[in-house]
């Protein structure tokens, strides 16, 4: 059964970092691709960074690059975003995804960033 349980959301300053994690079971991360995607208050949910199985990454969006960094740990089956001098306007839920046939999402995260 796949599961994707994020966790390190929380209220950070404006210029903070943070940490999320997304610990993967059920399928092995290093093997398909995983996304965090978010989603703001009145707003679609949007794709942030991508990594795929052979550990290429992407990152959308002019308002991310440069700041966010995917990445994963394969011997704990863990996907991570790093997120660096955070804006106000990054907050939102933060999902994960992973792609087995179908779309898998986790239950999110809420990051918000005020001072």
């Known amino acids: 059964q796949v599961q994707l349980v994020e966790s390190g959301g929380g209220l950070v300053q404006p210029g903070g970092s943070l940490r999320l994690s997304c610990a993967a079971s059920?399928?092995?991360?290093?093997?398909?691709?995983v996304s965090w995607y978010r989603q703001a208050p009145e707003k679609e949910r949007e794709l942030v960074a991508g990594i795929f199985a052979n550990g290429e990454t992407r990152n959308d969006g002019d308002s991310v690059k440069g700041r966010f960094t995917i990445s994963r740990d394969n011997a704990k089956n863990t996907v991570y975003l790093q997120m660096n001098s955070l804006k106000p306007e990054d907050t939102a839920v933060y999902y994960c995804?992973?792609?087995?046939?179908?779309?898998?999402w986790g239950q999110g995260t809420q990051v918000t960033v005020s001072s």
């Open positions: 059920g399928f092995i991360v290093s093997t398909f691709p």
């Open positions: 995804n992973a792609v087995i046939g179908r779309r898998y």
